[in-house]
């Protein structure tokens, strides 16, 4: 009797680690496929640089736009910043939808430019795929939700760093640009 249970429980255990197993490999799978759909945008735009093909916008262009983007991206920084603070996104929901629509216009033609200098996570890609289910990027995270509660319901504890990466590709991208002066 005593071996009876004790293979029944051996083998239990045995059952529950390989689900625990598949189970992860699932997570690691999913997460590597979110990062492989949200690279190959990012990809062809750096060989495109790397090639030197002629890029769409002037650099004046790009230049003046970029500066435009950052000033709205600042902002955008500090509201989502003080209704993490404050605990909740209500109060400055107004100037947060004020500030989403004019980023969710402004952000497609400065995209492939700004994504070639962004360090890409999959937390972002995540971040994305629970809020709206597609894919995105730092700095498309932040203005992807509806509203700031939204952000801050679904953050988990990488807000902080996704608006560092959106912040440096930002700065790197305006590095490159100056090159041209």
Not at 50 to 78: H, M, P, T
Not at 90 to 113: C, D, V
Request: hydrophobic share 40%; charged share 25%; with cysteine.
């Amino acid at each position: 009797m005593g071996f009876l249970l004790r293979a029944r429980t051996w083998a239990q255990g045995v059952w529950e680690r390989r689900q625990q197993a598949q189970a992860a490999i699932r997570v690691a799978f999913l997460r590597a496929g979110v990062l492989v759909q949200s690279l190959p945008e990012t990809v062809r735009e750096q060989i495109r640089h790397w090639r030197g093909i002629q890029v769409e916008f002037s650099v004046a262009e790009q230049r003046e736009l970029l500066a435009q983007y950052y000033d709205r991206f600042e902002q955008l920084a500090e509201l989502i910043c003080d209704a993490a603070f404050a605990g909740e996104g209500e109060p400055f929901q107004q100037q947060y939808t004020e500030l989403r629509r004019w980023l969710q216009r402004a952000y497609p033609p400065l995209k492939p430019y700004i994504t070639a200098h962004m360090n890409l996570e999959p937390s972002d890609a995540e971040f994305g795929m629970r809020v709206c289910g597609t894919p995105t990027d730092a700095m498309e995270a932040l203005f992807v939700a509806e509203t700031l509660d939204e952000i801050l319901r679904h953050d988990e504890g990488a807000l902080i760093g996704r608006l560092e990466r959106a912040r440096s590709a930002l700065y790197r991208y305006g590095d490159y640009l100056r090159q041209f002066a």
